[in-house]
């Protein structure tokens, strides 16, 4: 394999460049981190079930007019996406009480919330990715007041779709993050695509009749095995046999390579949603 060049490296992925202008490939790695990197481990399989589940959701998304980066999955680790300029702002949508939000407002784990919560934080590592309103967001020029609304109108269709799904399979939708990217037409017109990915370390997810925790939060607070809890929803999403891809701890590589091409056969004829009549691009 020719060597390629690394664009950046985070804590769950790695970003090379594509075969084409525009492209990147996005690369799941097998690290677990948490708690902003205090926690950190290495656990064989769980890069190859993100990208499957997240070019899996990805894919949905597109189905229902959410444009998306996600081109094609590239191997079981690896996703071609669109090259787009991160808004340095993550969109929380909070449909039950957990994590930082039982620990802020002294809310019970596990109420549910009159309606969905939005909440907003600012990506920087080094601040702990604080919590910010519209106004910060605005005034320190993160994203325009027309970004932000198309950011929140695609949360909430997201999260309508996302419930409707994983409640369809067994699985309650307690809360998920999202990022999303810029893309620039050649006319100088601007696109608001949603970025990184969808998958187990993005959402939380506990079993519907038994409230077991199948995501992350297994991970951090030592709730059992995180590979369990991630091949676990993508069994039930239809995206692995009864079993799963691990076979005494180690990926079954023949059998995972061969699910990668079921998303490809979706989605090599699609173009960007945000092209399509009836959207509003804008200048930047």
Request: proline letters at 4%.
């Amino acid at each position: 394999m020719a060597r390629r060049k690394m664009i950046y490296e985070g804590k769950a992925k790695i970003l090379y460049e594509g075969p084409d202008a525009g492209t990147v490939i996005q690369h799941f790695k097998d690290d677990a981190t948490a708690f902003n990197g205090e926690k950190k481990a290495v656990i064989a399989g769980k890069g190859v079930l993100n990208n499957r589940i997240s070019a899996h959701l990805m894919t949905k998304l597109e189905s229902i007019g959410i444009p998306t980066h996600f081109i094609r999955s590239v191997n079981m680790r690896e996703q071609l996406v669109r090259r787009v300029e991160i808004a340095p702002v993550e969109v929380v949508v909070r449909n039950v009480a957990a994590g930082s939000l039982c620990k802020r407002l002294g809310i019970e784990e596990g109420t549910v919330l009159f309606r969905p919560l939005v909440e907003f934080y600012y990506k920087n590592d080094d601040l702990g990715d604080p919590m910010v309103n519209e106004e910060h967001i605005i005034t320190f020029g993160w994203a325009d007041p027309y970004e932000l609304e198309e950011m929140v109108t695609m949360a909430w269709r997201i999260n309508d779709y996302l419930n409707g799904l994983f409640s369809g399979i067994g699985l309650r939708l307690i809360d998920f993050k999202l990022e999303f990217g810029r893309i620039w037409g050649e006319h100088g017109e601007l696109y608001l695509v949603l970025a990184d990915e969808i998958s187990p370390d993005t959402c939380r997810l506990w079993d519907a009749k038994t409230g077991e925790k199948l995501d992350k939060d297994r991970f951090r607070h030592d709730l059992g095995d995180l590979v369990e809890g991630y091949q676990y929803i993508a069994e039930k999403l239809g995206l692995v046999p009864a079993g799963g891809i691990l076979q005494g701890g180690n990926v079954n590589e023949q059998l995972a390579e061969k699910l990668e091409q079921i998303e490809n056969e979706l989605s090599k004829e699609r173009r960007l949603r945000d092209l399509k009549p009836g959207n509003k691009p804008r200048k930047p």
